[in-house]
């Protein structure tokens, strides 16, 4: 594992634990069957800030979209490396409904 992969878990793991509430340290690091270490309350985290970067969206507060664009932005590298892409492909993520569900799906291209 490099110093980099290390220091982007810590630091999802901190945006994970500030989303969910949840003290550092709350959620375990796991290494999957591939050597790649992801943190867990990933899916959580994004879920929690899927509903809030839509709120923001609705209530037309960009600084607040901005912001949870980047924990958003955070969280898709974990996703790519646990498959959820496969599952779901990032195009159909796409929804008129949910801003950050599009979100999601649009950064996923990007970084594929």
Do not use: C
């Not at 943190?39 to 839509?54: R, S």
């Not at 974990?78 to 498959?83: D, E, F, N, P, S």
């Amino acid at each position: 594992m490099s110093h980099a992969s290390t220091s982007q878990d810590d630091s999802l793991q901190a945006i994970n634990n500030k989303t969910l509430g949840t003290a550092a340290g709350s959620f375990p690091v796991v290494t999957l069957p591939s050597g790649d270490t992801v943190p867990t309350g990933t899916v959580g985290a994004l879920l929690v800030n899927i509903k809030a970067y839509d709120a923001a969206a609705d209530a037309g507060d960009q600084v607040a979209q901005e912001a949870l664009a980047v924990a958003i932005r955070a969280a898709v590298p974990v996703l790519q490396k646990v498959g959820l892409f496969d599952l779901f492909a990032a195009e159909e993520w796409a929804s008129d409904k949910s801003k950050g569900r599009s979100l999601v799906g649009q950064i996923a291209n990007e970084s594929s």
